[in-house]
């Protein structure tokens, strides 16, 4: 018997893992859920996913922009 399991998300900024906090969500529901404790995230870009370790890893790039 073959048994199917999801992938785990794991969530990338920064240089920091962050959990998946629903499954359900889609990454852009992710992103707007961590963007209380990290603002830039709101322009952030998704990258991904990459597979690492059993699971799969999105990256929150942050938007690259002119000052001024």
């Given at each position: 018997?073959?048994?199917v399991e999801p992938l785990r998300r794991t969530f990338s900024y920064?240089?920091?893992t962050l959990p998946d906090?629903?499954?359900?969500?889609?990454?852009?529901?992710?992103r707007e859920m961590y963007?209380?404790?990290y603002?830039?995230?709101a322009t952030?870009?998704?990258e991904g996913?990459?597979?690492v370790a059993g699971g799969m890893e999105y990256t929150f790039a942050r938007a690259v922009g002119?000052?001024?």
């Open positions: 018997m073959i048994k920064n240089g920091i906090p629903n499954p359900q969500f889609t990454t852009e529901q992710v963007v209380p404790t603002p830039e995230l952030a870009a998704i996913p990459k597979p002119a000052k001024g």
